[in-house]
């Protein structure tokens, strides 16, 4: 099965400034890859995913890089703004027998300083 | 087009009770998953299932976690007995198609389990 490791845990940054979340997977096979956003109280929401087929992916303040061989991803928040404030997840899929689900990593903390 | 659709959204058992926790798929999305989140934690996946059909339960703990996606109504998430460790909030998600191909999932606002 899928093992995504998430790093770093926790991450504080000054208002304006860039963040970088990181993560790898195990799975070769694995051609998809969403990060989700979670405010304290709330529903994880899609932020950003990024496919195998292409390396890098930009949605204005968001974007997030992928090397399919050292199967690692990352997301870079770029400008950062209080709202910002949250905890981030990236999520590989694993291949089931009848289908595959997504595996998620341990989160980050992102805490954005005035 | 409603999102997916979770309840009771707060729910509060006592010890040795049943809870019961419903999820009504996006339209047009065959596909749930449940992944379960504890205090702090992240999001740990319990089961996947398609109409009828538990493809993966590899997550449920063996003893008192039951979930069915029947053919009409909504997914439900069942744990009898419920223990103070079973605190936690239940997230469901859907997706329209096998996430094999990349199909993103989408959340439910999720049912927040306290046992007292």
């Known amino acids: 099965g899928e093992n995504v490791e998430q790093h770093p845990s926790t991450l504080s940054v000054q208002e304006g400034d860039s963040a970088v979340i990181k993560c790898t997977y195990s799975?070769?096979?694995?051609?998809?890859f969403p990060w989700y956003k979670q405010e304290l109280g709330k529903r994880p929401q899609l932020i950003i995913d990024?496919?195998?087929?292409?390396g890098e992916k930009k949605d204005q303040r968001i974007a997030v890089t992928l090397n399919k061989t050292a199967k690692h991803f990352s997301l870079h928040i770029t400008e950062t703004q209080p709202e910002d404030s949250a905890v981030y997840f990236c999520a590989a899929p694993t291949f089931t027998g009848g289908g595959n689900k997504l595996t998620f990593g341990t989160g980050t903390q992102l805490k954005v300083e005035l | 087009n409603a999102g997916v659709m979770q309840n009771p959204r707060h729910l509060v058992r006592r010890r040795g009770q049943e809870a019961r926790l419903r999820c009504s798929p996006m339209k047009g999305h065959s596909h749930v998953y449940w992944y379960r989140q504890l205090p702090e934690e992240g999001l740990k996946f319990m089961v996947y299932?398609?109409?009828?059909?538990?493809?993966?339960e590899s997550g449920m703990p063996k003893e008192r976690f039951s979930a069915e996606f029947p053919k009409e109504g909504p997914s439900i998430l069942r744990i009898q007995q419920v223990v103070r460790g079973d605190s936690a909030a239940y997230f469901c998600?859907?997706?329209?198609?096998?996430?094999?191909?990349?199909?993103?999932?989408?959340f439910g606002e999720g049912s927040w389990l306290t046992v007292v």
């Open positions: 299932l398609q109409k009828e059909n538990i493809i993966d």
């Open positions: 990024i496919r195998s087929n292409v």
């Open positions: 799975d070769s096979a694995s051609n998809y």
């Open positions: 998600a859907s997706s329209p198609r096998d996430n094999f191909s990349g199909n993103t999932i989408y």
